[in-house]
T-cell receptor, first 111, second 112 residues
């Protein structure tokens, strides 16, 4: 079964607005990663946060991690039409060296 | 200069046929993976190889057989294709535990 659930399943916002996506997972993790998938394309790694970190930034991306609640959020600030894509969280548990993906959030940014 | 390349990009075949998908990475990564993405966009790991050795096999039917001739290549052979095998198959590679994965652009397999 999928490790994580993401919400919302779909999100539609206007350019310039912020987009927040949430991810919950079930077991203890080593790290959590976020990926973007444009329609018909492969996945692109966005950001990785370790289990002992609470917040991380990369450009317009801000990721938080709450291990007590087994949840993470991805915030995209000042969104652009080019941010339109599906976003997936994925976790690595222990030293398993495999990514277990969430269900994904489809983000639509309109002009 | 593509980091992880997989071929073919599209594959349409009839039930019962055997087909292969090839994957190559030029990143020098030690670990390679095959993931399957179904029609609902769920991504699930199938296999993982580290330096040509199988380390993860996630209850995939025996009709699927990965082969890694060297650490830069991981191929996927599928026997006796079934309608349910229709999906997008992604190859990926990674180096260490705290680094992100690099994915190929996917192979869309359609079984008719």
């Amino acid at each position: 079964s999928q490790q994580g659930e993401e919400d919302p399943q779909a999100l539609s916002i206007q350019e310039g607005e912020n987009a927040t996506m949430n991810c919950s997972y079930k077991t203890s993790i080593n790290n959590l990663q976020w990926y973007r998938q444009n329609s018909g394309r492969g996945l692109v790694h966005l950001i990785l946060i370790r289990s002992n970190e609470r917040e991380k930034h990369s450009g317009r991306l801000r990721v938080t991690l709450d291990t007590s609640k087994k949840s993470s959020s991805l915030l995209i600030t000042a969104s652009r039409a080019a941010d339109t894509a599906s976003y997936f969280c994925a976790t690595v548990a222990g030293t398993a060296s495999k990514l277990t993906f969430g269900t994904g959030t489809r983000l639509q940014v309109t002009l | 200069d593509t980091a992880v390349s997989q071929t073919p990009k599209y594959l349409v075949t009839q039930m019962g046929n055997d087909k292969s998908i090839k994957c190559e990475q030029n990143l020098g990564h030690d670990t390679m993976y095959w993931y399957k993405q179904d029609s609902k966009k769920f991504l699930k790991i199938m296999f993982s190889y580290n330096n040509k050795e199988l380390i993860i096999n996630e209850t995939v039917p025996n009709r699927f057989s990965p082969k890694s001739p060297d650490k830069a290549h991981l191929n996927l052979h599928i026997n006796s294709l079934e309608l349910g095998d229709s999906a997008v198959y992604f190859c990926a590679s990674s180096q260490e535990l705290f680094y992100g994965y690099t994915f190929g652009s996917g192979t869309r397999l359609t079984v008719v």
